[in-house]
């Protein structure tokens, strides 16, 4: 029989393509979250941690412009960078996402099916590009390059369009093998168990695997390592389907000591051989002898015998006399793709090797020039006088760029685009994606430059701006506003990996490819104001299910902001399956902060919680005097700061609130069991009478509480952010509550024309020129915001959000960017310049003040029911108060409809209702019965429309 192998590995191609498509569409939510929570929604949350955005998006982490991630989902990425520039002969550096490049986050959709960039090219929007990416259909978008003159001048333009393909890493070892022989991965374990639990057991960095090392050495990118103690055990499944009765077990290692390591094998749990496997630098081979092996699935394990570290691989089961067939070497990287004729005008068509995709672009300008440029970064080899302009005789032929050959760009490039004065100047291009080259060519087809479809295709889009709704008020906030939706929506990148996969993920700015735990919470209250299913999927990234290695997605600050997300889309929505799906991964959360699974942060016996063991940084606040002093004189061990264990007594409230509603009696117990214990404690040994504020705690070398750590001259060190606290968790005495506020709002303390600042100005260890000591941010504003709502004091509550927008307005209409921070003595903004995360709470603040449609409340208000009139011009809801410490009242803000003037009734009793202007209103809730009591709240426009 003749075997016609070509067709047979061309079919097996395509079922493998297959699978890979089918494991790609459960491997991230469902898009239709970004649109409705149907019954069912959190199905698609289950066994992931990706988003569902499009495969098309703004996810380089090199250069501005639009990605595609392929459907296999392997970390490769393929680029377009869309570079407008002047037509000069001097050096035009690409928008690099790494640095200050001359662009702009400009305006974007919750779903990235639209986006833009402005560049500014005469600063300040004297000339100036602004470049579009519009969605045509899953797998095409619209390129959009519109160039504005406003100047007395003509101008001439350029536009450049790059195209690439990007690895995760920069060598790739190959395995040369039978094709019916399996390499299995290392990272593809069944179970790793520790015979010693460290405290990051259950608690892996950057939601790793246990064990796992990122290693390009390693023909699957990344490395298992065991052997730290004796008894580690590793599980795998593998499979005979050769029908073998006997043969080897091939493992690939290295070793991580200096030291042989020794390791017992077990197959379907028979008694297990032991081998040595000798010290080796680099990556080695080590076969094992199996006899009487069962067809079908086997278990492998392997137990690790003495401390000594090895690093590995993978396996292979095969026949010993097979061995001299396997090989691992370094496989060469070809990022020049291969070209595929099209018989269209203006176009090319690739197929890379690594991508099962084909892609194509079709550009608009019929003399634009070909080039491929040989360097892993276009600035340095278009920086050749020669480069700058183009050709004088234009040729079918590509012109070849050479550079440091790391690297390889298809390059379009457009000149002279020609803007008369106070005029514009679009100029388009399409690219394309699809499972074959004929599919790309048939769409490439389709397209069209007509100024009739481009216009439809814009028109389909809607941003995030078009669907606000804004009182007369706020209406000077809007661009500010739109600037940091944008920047917020479009600070995603791709590939990050954690948890063995490759995925999407929000950032606080490109130039960080990472998660960040603390950042990624108020990324996540942000997108709260922007689409609940971007904030729903954040929250979803942090968390774990009890099934998985680590109890929530830790880097950096192990701040629980994840916390108050949680709450905050319980608040917008009130949805039961959402509560039942994410509480027991918030109560995992908040249990390993809490002391369980190996964790490090119950080792004092004040019962104040540490967290240096996760992290440095207990704040967020990488250079908080107390902070830095405690590292600089090595007391981590000895001493608590004060905000862990205040931030971890307002969690448990926040999950007793839901524990409560969903009936978990039980739970509601433990929750108020701990409140009490941490607010004792906090009361005990953290406040300090003569600051006023609660300090940081130092204990014994028993791990006993024995005083405040303080300044040389004998002050309290923790005079600033951490010191105050304990009054977001509610804790404190009326006279604590008293003393907190003052120096939150004293402009000789915390309070500046800026807002609130991270030390107090009196502190001797305060300094005018620090990162976070004397610069103004706005995550914890955020937490005191609602705290003065829970503390029924509205005024200060909205003095706080109203300075912050009015700062961030000042900053952003002035430079175009969205800053970190902002200096107590300028207001300048400073810091990394397209910055969400931490920032993203001007988006809370603007919504609450100026559109219409939301209610804010304090962390002790619990919404069963509510819901806003049609045209936003009235409120009916049902509350639980949760109140502490004999409190039985807080304060709502509503923001309605500026056209009416409004009356409220309060449990069918009128109630007065503040008007601080047309449209924002603030109500005094004061509750006559027990806490916990259940209140209807009723706003209706009065008579009169004003």
């Not at 970004?34 to 949350?45: C, D, E, K, S, V």
């Not at 008894?231 to 290692?253: F, P, W």
């Not at 006399?321 to 203006?346: T, V």
């Amino acid at each position: 029989m003749v075997i016609n192998n070509k067709k047979k590995y061309k079919h097996l191609a395509l079922a493998v393509v297959m699978l890979t498509v089918l494991s790609n569409l459960v491997a991230q939510p469902a898009p239709t979250i970004y649109t409705t929570w149907a019954p069912g929604f959190t199905h698609a949350l289950q066994h992931t941690h990706d988003m569902a955005l499009p495969a098309w998006g703004p996810y380089s982490t090199k250069f501005n412009g639009i990605s595609h991630v392929p459907i296999k989902n392997d970390g490769i990425r393929f680029d377009v960078i869309v570079q407008p520039s002047l037509y000069f002969r001097n050096v035009t550096p690409l928008a690099s996402t790494q640095r200050e490049s001359g662009y702009h986050p400009w305006d974007a959709s919750a779903d990235l099916s639209y986006f833009a960039y402005r560049f500014q090219l005469e600063w300040k929007d004297q000339v100036y590009c602004d470049v579009s990416f519009s969605k045509v259909d899953e797998n095409s978008r619209l390129i959009r390059a519109a160039y504005v003159n406003n100047t007395n001048r003509p101008r001439s333009m350029a536009l450049n369009i790059f195209t690439s393909i990007q690895h995760p890493y920069q060598k790739r070892v190959a395995i040369v093998k039978p094709h019916d022989i399996k390499f299995y991965q290392a990272s593809d374990y069944l179970d790793f168990t520790d015979s010693i639990k460290a405290f990051n057991y259950n608690l892996v960095y950057d939601g790793q695997l246990r064990g796992q090392i990122k290693d390009e050495n390693a023909a699957s990118k990344s490395a298992i390592v065991a052997g730290k103690n004796p008894g580690e055990k590793l599980s795998y499944r593998l499979k005979n389907d050769r029908n073998m009765r006997q043969g080897v077990i091939l493992i690939r290692y290295r070793s991580v000591d200096n030291d042989d390591a020794q390791l017992s094998i077990a197959i379907n749990n028979n008694t297990g051989m032991t081998a040595t496997l000798p010290y080796t630098k680099d990556y080695s081979l080590v076969s094992i002898a199996v006899a009487a092996i069962p067809n079908g699935a086997l278990n492998l394990k392997l137990k690790t015998l003495k401390k000594a570290k090895i690093a590995f691989d993978g396996f292979m089961l095969l026949h010993e006399d097979e061995i001299s067939s396997i090989k691992f070497q370094e496989a060469s990287i070809n990022r020049i793709p291969k070209e595929i004729e099209s018989g269209l005008k203006n176009s090319a068509v690739f197929k890379y090797d690594d991508i099962p995709e084909y892609y194509g672009i079709l550009w608009e300008d019929s003399l634009a020039d070909r080039r491929t440029l040989f360097d892993d970064s276009p600035d340095k080899a278009l920086a050749h006088f020669n480069h700058l302009v183009k050709k004088e005789h234009r040729s079918s032929n590509k012109s070849r760029i050479g550079g440091n050959n790391k690297g390889y760009f298809e390059n379009i490039f457009s000149a002279p685009i020609n803007v008369a004065p106070r005029q514009q100047t679009n100029r388009y291009a399409y690219v394309v994606s699809g499972s074959s080259a004929k599919d790309v060519i048939n769409r490439l087809k389709t397209l069209s430059f007509d100024e009739h479809t481009i216009d439809d295709i814009a028109k389909r889009q809607q941003t995030i701006s078009d669907n606000w709704t804004v009182n007369k008020a706020g209406e000077p906030y809007i661009f500010s506003q739109r600037l940091m939706a944008a920047t917020t929506l479009t600070n995603v990148n791709y590939p990050t990996f954690a948890g063995n996969n490759y995925m999407k993920h929000t950032t606080p700015g490109k130039r960080w490819s990472a998660f960040y735990t603390w950042d990624a919470g108020f990324i996540g209250l942000g997108y709260c104001t922007l689409n609940l299913g971007r904030a729903l999927e954040s929250l979803n990234a942090y968390t774990m299910d009890v099934t998985e290695q680590s109890a929530f997605l830790e880097h950096g600050t192990p701040l629980p902001v994840q916390a108050y997300l949680f709450n905050a889309l319980w608040n917008a929505t009130q949805n039961e399956e959402y509560l039942r799906y994410f509480y027991p991964r918030l109560k995992r959360y908040y249990e390993f902060l809490n002391g369980a699974e190996s964790s490090p942060t119950r080792n004092l016996k004040s019962n104040l919680l540490q967290t240096w063991d996760i992290f440095y940084n207990s704040g967020g606040w990488d250079d908080y005097s107390p902070q830095v002093y405690m590292h600089r004189h090595k007391l981590a061990r000895s001493t608590a700061a004060t905000v862990n264990t205040a931030h971890q007594i307002r969690f448990a409230k926040l999950l007793k609130m839901a524990a409560t509603y969903l009936g978990y009696r039980q739970d509601v117990e433990n929750y108020t069991k701990d409140i009490q214990l941490y607010s004792k404690s906090l009361q005990e040994f953290s406040w300090d009478e003569a600051s006023g504020y609660f300090g940081y705690v130092k204990h014994n070398g028993k791990g006993e509480p024995n005083g405040i750590l303080r300044d040389d001259s004998g002050v309290n060190f923790n005079m600033g952010l951490d010191g105050v606290s304990p009054l977001i968790a509610g804790i404190c005495t009326p006279e604590q509550k008293s003393r907190l506020i003052e120096h939150i709002f004293s402009k000789a303390n915390l309070w500046t024309d800026q807002g609130i600042t991270a030390i107090d100005q009196s502190a001797s260890y305060y300094n005018k020129d620090g990162y976070w000591n004397g610069r103004v941010w706005m995550p914890h504003q955020w937490f005191i915001w609602k705290t003065m709502l829970d503390l029924n004091e509205p005024e200060k509550a909205i003095q706080i959000a109203q300075t912050a927008l009015d700062v961030w307005k000042r900053e952003t209409e002035a430079t175009y960017n969205c800053w970190e921070n902002f200096s107590v003595e300028t207001g300048n903004g400073g810091g990394w310049h397209q910055f969400g995360a931490l920032s993203s709470p001007v988006l809370n603040w603007f919504s609450a003040l100026y559109r219409p449609g939301n209610v804010t409340h304090g962390f002790n208000v619990w919404p069963v029911m509510q819901k806003f009139y049609p045209e936003n011009n009235g409120f009916d809801g049902q509350f639980r108060l949760f109140a502490d410490q004999g409190e039985h009242s807080s304060s709502l803000l509503f923001c309605l409809n500026d056209a009416y003037d409004y009356q409220a009734t309060l449990n069918g009793k009128s109630v007065p209702l503040n008007k601080v202007l047309d449209g924002l209103y603030t109500i005094k809730i004061v509750l006559e019965k027990k806490h916990n009591e259940i209140f209807n709240l009723e706003i209706k426009p009065q008579e009169t429309i004003i």
